[in-house]
């Protein structure tokens, strides 16, 4: 299911009201656990008048799905967390207003891990969704709603929020494309915040072409977000088939310990058919991916703890029975609102912030950041894209980690790299191991995401993945 | 290092009631997330902190009233409120 | 007695701005339904962001000049996180490491002199919303909560504790207010504009730190308070131990808010949601555009007006004041503009707690005017005065209505009611003739009383003088006597 695909079938002459009809009897017989909530009435709704009116805009009649975590008015949005549970936002997400402007048709929200922390879409409150390849597995996360609907056929684009990997990552996992834009390329209002100067909401589509068209609805200035910028281009106008100009570097960082020998060798095999179709590569190095890891969750962490604290049941969202003094009611909400995982990030985050430890976590962190940030900048000066494997492995089972924390952790390692540098970065499918897709994730400059769109663009063309 | 009274201070500063079982739980695993944090000790890094990772400063709104929300909308997901306030737990 | 030690932590709301401090909500909400100017961003809804109002920087750096600061070259916006119902993030967007301005300075002009009072820091943060409790913060059932306010730009100013007594720390508040409303960033009159928390304690004490007060006079009667009941427990020899307090404005007493659980730990770090923001560059241009501050204005007063620097220094306590008297003294004679308006209607208004905006200083030309020209006395002319202030009306015309009371009497008719007054009271008469200062201004009382003071107190002097000076010649033996 593709966005020309829906217009052929419109023009063929199947309503758009019939197309929504379709899209809800699919999801509901779905196995996959990719929705949360669905907004039929208003999908409807919005279906009947597109077919009436025709369809107007850059995504007129065409179906979409939302990741929890950002928000919709009118449509309970919760971030998977039992402590939202209830909330429905009187305002949209800009990126919500711009779908709607351009005649998009919300289809509902998808499932994701509790408030974005995650890898798996384990952590969730409605429980894990499934990979479309292999249903005994995690789409991956936190993104894995988004993710496993687009790959499981029932839309045909979705927006995913990407923290530390958390759209490329499930889309390896689920062999669709996704984009982590450029800090600052897209608005963040309304998205709900598990890191702020990390994250990013980011599109996913079954094709490059449709992620372009998508980010071309979502991206550019917006006045209510204070880091925000201006966008430099049109994505989709910008796609054709040439990589001559495309340089790849090929940080070893990325390809070391951890990484399945199957994930190493199809990105490899990615590489060498960019090779064969223009591009050339060099091998380089990021010499502080190592602390990336550690870094990057201090950071998350530690705004986490911050952004989370606000989940008090006064305004909005879980309150327990008979109110007691305003602490211990506090904190009863968040005991019994917030998941394990969740409470465990907002302890440490708490930890990393306290009197005494600022300078030895949070600070540092702040200062290695921008060692990492200057690795990219230094390596992006002779290459134009980087190309590393998005995750170390293939999907794995449900179950299979969420014991231990740090191990999953350590999944992210490829990934968080990128939103510490700020720096764009798409995620292609690039075949398999097993039954099991493999992502290729290409990175590119500041703003650049053109030239990693091109790049996936002829990747995808030219028979990869 | 973390300990189970460390915890409960966390626990308290973050306003989470925590269990027995959470309580004896969690300082093994978060002194080993701690532990792998270790590593930045060997880094020198003698720049200047990261705060807006394109280095964007001095973004402002003109000073210029707009429209708010209904009262209703305001108090529109409030699980308690009271004749146009939000209804909240005592203070002392 | 121990010496007392007083900082105070003064938080103003920017009150002046059309907008709050990180959204567009408007600030004029004080006579508003609660809970009608929010949107998602000052009710803390998952998902709204932050973006600072530009004119709110530029007022904090006009303050932080006229504080004598140091302003930094850059500055940037913090998260103190803590809970609180009245916080709708459980984290207020403050200043912490790089705050706007530091190390400046405010002079108060005591009795024994001027004293400097040093400011620590100046920084920006956003107001939290208003708790309502429902009876007393101690016996409350539940809370009602108003997110009107939240969001409004506040600026704290604090002190080093250079504080001596609770009447310095009001008279310094009284400064601070005269600063910024001629600064034209805060007005005074609404309700909830200046909150204060205050430390104090003795000399070698434990210090107490009352959260909160919402009055310039709630600050003086909160330190009186604690200052009796610090040196109770001293004299009691029990020791005063560190702690927030809560003063009940109701009752006049500081009331312990100890939380059982212990200190907390506000976790500061740099608001991601937000970027830095440079000063240096602003503050040239805001430098010229700062009016002329309490202090200059003083000092000008006496050396272009010569006037009293005591009246200068009433006539600066309010802008609107300084203004009116301004006004005044281009038409009339300055000294007796100063005397008027600082004296006399100041004094009226304030017995009506009107504000001068209440009073034209057209009105007050004319009045001056006519009092020069002689046709009204002194007393008509307060009476002209109050006449306005209480029943509305232009000086010209209360003066035609009220001619009988007002108008000057003919030298004549005084001449007759002073020597009938003289008659009246020889004994106080006699004592006149002897020098007793009294015995005049019992005279001069009695034939103001006759005349409803429609005379002129020289005239009065004048004909005493007279008639003494006749008795002394009749009667030489008294003379001797004396």
């Known amino acids: 299911m593709n966005v020309d695909g829906i217009r052929e079938m419109l023009q063929n002459g199947k309503s758009v009201e019939e197309l929504v009809h379709s899209i809800f009897d699919k999801i509901e017989h779905s196995k996959l656990n990719a929705f949360v909530t669905l907004a039929k009435e208003s999908a409807l709704e919005e279906a009947r008048r597109v077919d009436k009116h025709g369809a107007k805009g850059m995504l007129g009649g065409i179906p979409i799905g939302i990741k929890d975590s950002i928000s919709t008015k009118g449509i309970q949005t919760t971030c998977c967390s039992k402590i939202l549970e209830g909330y429905v936002p009187p305002y949209d997400a800009h990126v919500i207003e711009r779908l709607k402007a351009e005649g998009a048709i919300i289809i509902g929200k998808t499932n994701m891990d509790e408030f974005a922390m995650g890898t798996s879409t384990e952590t969730s409150r409605f429980g894990p969704a499934r990979n479309p390849w292999d249903l005994s597995r995690v789409p991956g996360g936190s993104s894995g709603g988004s993710a496993a609907a687009v790959a499981g056929g029932e839309v045909p684009l979705a927006l995913g929020s990407d923290t530390g990997g958390s759209v490329r990552c499930p889309a390896s996992f689920c062999g669709v494309v996704g984009l982590k834009p450029t800090y600052g390329l897209v608005s963040r209002y309304g998205l709900i915040a598990y890191a702020n100067s990390l994250e990013q909401i980011g599109p996913f589509a079954g094709n490059v072409k449709d992620v372009a068209l998508l980010l071309d609805v979502i991206s550019g200035y917006d006045s209510r977000d204070s880091t925000s910028m201006t966008k430099k281009c049109e994505y989709l106008k910008e796609l054709k088939d040439d990589v001559s100009d495309v340089k790849i570097g090929v940080p070893k960082e990325f390809f070391g310990e951890g990484i399945d020998e199957k994930v190493e060798k199809a990105v490899w095999g990615g590489i060498k058919a960019l090779e064969d179709m223009g591009a050339s590569y060099t091998e380089i190095s990021l010499p502080h991916t190592k602390y990336s890891l550690a870094v990057y969750y201090i950071i998350a962490m530690s705004e986490a703890s911050s952004n989370l604290a606000r989940f008090d049941g006064l305004r909005y969202g879980l309150r327990l029975g008979k109110d007691k003094d305003w602490h211990t009611t506090f904190s009863e909400i968040k005991a019994q609102g917030f998941g394990e995982e969740v409470k465990r990030r907002i302890l440490l985050g708490t930890y990393a912030l306290s009197a005494g430890y600022y300078g030895k976590y949070y600070l540092k962190a702040l200062k290695v950041r921008t060692l990492i940030k200057r690795d990219f900048e230094f390596a992006l000066k002779d290459t134009n894209v980087l190309i590393t494997p998005t995750m170390p492995f293939p999907a794995f089972k449900i179950g299979e980690k969420i014991g231990e924390p740090l191990a999953l952790y350590l999944a992210d390692v490829n990934t968080v790299p990128i939103n510490l540098a700020g720096v764009p970065s798409v995620s292609v499918p690039c075949g398999f191991a097993g039954k099991l897709p493999i992502g290729m994730q290409i990175i590119g400059r500041h703003f650049d995401e053109a030239t990693i769109l091109r790049t996936a663009y002829v990747f995808e063309r030219n028979g990869g993945g | 290092m973390i300990t189970k009274k460390t915890v409960d201070h966390l626990g308290w500063l973050a306003r989470i009631k925590l269990t027995e079982e959470e309580k004896e739980k969690f300082p093994d695993q978060l002194n080993s997330i701690l532990d792998y944090f270790e590593k930045l000790d060997e880094v020198e890094a003698d720049v200047s902190p990261t705060h807006h990772v394109l280095g964007l400063t001095n973004v402002f709104r003109d000073d210029v009233a707009g429209q708010s929300i209904s009262q209703e909308d305001a108090l529109g997901n409030a699980p308690r409120k009271e004749r146009g306030y939000f209804k909240g737990p005592r203070i002392i | 007695m121990k010496e007392v030690i007083i900082g105070l932590e003064v938080h103003v709301q920017l009150n002046k701005l059309r907008s709050k401090l990180f959204c567009s909500c408007s600030t004029q909400y004080h006579d508003s339904e609660p809970d009608t100017h929010t949107c998602p961003v000052c009710l803390g809804l998952p998902g709204a962001l932050p973006v600072t109002n530009g004119k709110a920087v530029d007022n904090a750096i006009k303050v932080a000049l006229a504080l004598n600061c140091n302003i930094e070259e850059w500055t940037m916006f913090y998260r103190k996180n803590y809970y609180y119902p009245d916080l709708v993030k ?393």
């Open chain 3, 90 to 482: 459980g984290f207020q967007i403050s200043q912490y490491d790089y705050p706007i301005a530091t190390n400046g300075s405010i002079s108060l002009d005591m009795e024994g002199g001027e004293r400097i009072i040093r400011i620590k820091r100046v920084h920006m943060e956003e107001d939290p919303g208003k708790l309502v409790h429902v009876g007393t913060i101690d016996k409350s059932r539940y809370s009602l909560i108003d997110y009107n306010r939240s969001g409004m730009a506040l600026l704290e100013v604090v002190t080093e504790p250079d504080l001596r007594t609770p009447k310095e720390a009001r008279l310094f508040l009284n400064k601070l207010k005269n600063i910024l409303e001629y600064l034209d960033v805060f007005d005074s009159s609404l309700e909830g504009s200046l909150r204060v928390d205050a430390n104090i304690s003795l000399a070698g004490g434990a210090r107490a730190e009352i959260k909160n007060i919402s009055s310039y006079k709630g600050v003086e009667k909160a330190l009186l308070f604690e200052i009796v009941r610090q040196n109770n427990l001293v004299r009691r020899g029990v020791k005063v131990v560190q702690e927030t307090r809560h003063f009940d404005e109701v009752r006049g007493i500081t009331i312990s808010l100890r939380t059982k659980e212990g200190e907390e730990d506000y976790r500061y770090f740099p608001e991601p949601d937000l970027v830095p923001i440079t000063i240096a560059d602003r503050v040239d241009d805001i430098k010229k555009t700062l009016p002329e501050l309490p202090d200059a204005k003083r000092q000008r007063f006496v050396l272009q007006y010569g006037i009293s620097d005591n009246h200068a220094k009433v006539l600066i306590s309010e802008l609107g004041l300084a203004n009116f008297f301004e006004t005044v003294a281009t038409e009339v004679d300055a000294n007796l503009s100063a005397t008027w308006v600082a004296d006399i209607l100041k004094g009226e208004l304030n017995y009506r707690d009107l504000d001068i905006s209440a009073f034209s200083p057209n009105h007050m030309v004319q009045i001056l005017q006519v009092l020069k020209k002689d046709t009204i006395t002194e007393n008509g002319a307060v009476q002209v005065i109050r006449t306005i202030l209480d029943e509305g009306g232009t000086p010209s015309e209360i003066v035609k209505i009220k001619s009988k009371d007002l108008l000057k009497m003919d030298v004549d008719a005084s001449e007759n009611i002073t020597l009938r007054v003289i008659e009246e009271n020889p004994g106080a008469f006699q004592d006149f003739c002897k020098g007793k200062n009294e015995a005049m201004h019992f005279l001069m009382g009695q034939v103001m009383k006759e005349t409803h003071g429609t005379v002129n107190r020289s005239t009065v002097i004048e004909l005493l003088n007279k008639s003494k000076k006749e008795k002394l010649q009749n009667a030489p033996d008294n003379h001797r006597e004396a």
